[in-house]
């Protein structure tokens, strides 16, 4: 099944961050989404620009993905 871009859809990326350091991921999926791939980490000194740009990178690496794609991809996450 191929699916086509969907203008519409939401893409989403996740910000995460503790005394050690920030993570940018990005997601993957169409309807619902699992994380997908870590874009960077990034020192707690970063500013607020360099999250936004990693953010921004996060976003553009956004996949969508089929029913059994994203249940594979699930599957993959539950094993780690």
Sequence with gaps: ME???D????KRAAV?????FVCVQS???YRSTV???IVA????SVTEAEIGRAVLSA???YRV???SELDDLKALEECA
């Design 3 to 5: 699916l086509t871009f």
């Design 7 to 10: 203008p519409h859809a939401r």
């Design 16 to 20: 995460y961050a503790n005394d050690d």
């Design 27 to 29: 997601s993957a999926g």
């Design 35 to 37: 994380d997908d791939k």
């Design 41 to 44: 980490y990034l020192p707690p």
């Design 59 to 61: 976003l553009e690496s």
């Design 65 to 67: 993905l089929s029913v």
